[in-house]
């Protein structure tokens, strides 16, 4: 009798145990992963494809005054591709707009946008671009670059549309005002052959004391620092957030805003 119990005891305690484990299993696929089923972005949650470390410069899109004319050196033009002069600069400010990718100039109260279209003899070539509806500038494909949250990068390394997680940036108020949640977008090409991230600023340069990302060291190749990739549903979550490949209508606003802020200084 007592062999008997015992051996129905056992069998009780399998048949229980196979049941706790159905029940975790059943449970789990009932929840989800949070990643794949698209409900969550928060990057405890996150299993990222890769990560690394990389190196971090910072780039921004400069706004000159024909009245106010550059010091430290002579009259240049920005010229378009037919060798057209677009309007008048200085030397200095030629080659900004070159290493930039873009600049804008004030004449008056009127801003005009220029984008790089070509080197020609080793010389950089300008073309007038459209305000909107990439009030920043503009990268490969029309894609428009997003201040503080999109990045230049060797597109064969980091193609276009990748997102990267950089928790130092979570939390961060920005010179905009937004809280930075950590996501950067792949929006514009960069230097090949380097697995580098150049940071863009919008109208924020450099020298500006209220850059969140000079604060943080992101202007500072030396500075190396560690990043995730963020792929499928939660990839596209904040891709969808960033309106990618054009801009939030909030961000549209605010750029119109801090145009006409600059025309009128």
Same mark, same amino acid.
């Given at each position: ?9 056992? /069998? ?13 299993? $059943? ?39 024909? %009245?106010?004319?550059?010091?430290? %050196? ?56 459209? !305000? ?21 990068? /060797? ?6 549309? !990748? @997102? ?5 940036? !979570? ?9 930075? /949640? ?11 052959? $380097? ?32 990043? !995730? ?21 909030? @961000? $549209? ?13």
């Amino acid at each position: 009798m007592m062999l008997m119990t015992i051996s129905r005891l056992l /069998d009780f305690s399998k048949t229980l145990s196979g049941f706790l484990i159905l029940s975790l299993l $059943v449970s789990g696929c009932q929840n989800g992963d949070p990643i794949r089923d698209g409900k969550s972005t928060s990057i405890k949650d996150i299993q990222a494809l890769s990560n690394g470390n990389a190196t971090p410069t910072i780039y921004y899109h400069p706004v000159y005054y024909t %009245s106010k004319p550059g010091r430290n %050196s002579g009259p240049d033009f920005l010229k378009d591709i037919n060798g057209v002069v677009l309007v008048k600069i200085t030397k200095e400010q030629v080659a900004a707009c070159g290493l930039q990718g873009s600049c804008s100039v004030v004449s008056g109260n009127k801003m005009r946008h220029y984008g790089v279209h070509k080197k020609v003899s080793g010389v950089w070539r300008f073309q007038e671009r459209k !305000e909107l509806p990439c009030v920043y500038g503009l990268g490969p494909k029309n894609t428009c670059v997003d201040p503080f949250f999109s990045v230049a990068a /060797d597109l064969n390394i980091h193609p276009l549309g !990748e @997102v990267i997680f950089i928790k130092e940036l !979570e939390g961060k108020v920005l010179p905009t005002g937004e809280v930075h /949640d950590g996501f950067l977008i792949v929006r514009d090409s960069g230097p090949k052959g $380097v697995d580098r991230f150049d940071f863009f600023t919008g109208f924020y340069n450099p020298n500006d004391p209220s850059n969140t990302f000079v604060q943080l060291g992101l202007d500072d190749p030396k500075n190396k620092f560690h990043y !995730e990739k963020i792929t499928g549903d939660a990839a596209q979550q904040v891709r969808s957030r960033r309106n990618f490949p054009m801009l939030t209508d909030a @961000v $549209v606003k605010r750029g119109l805003a801090e145009i006409l802020a600059l025309s009128n200084q």
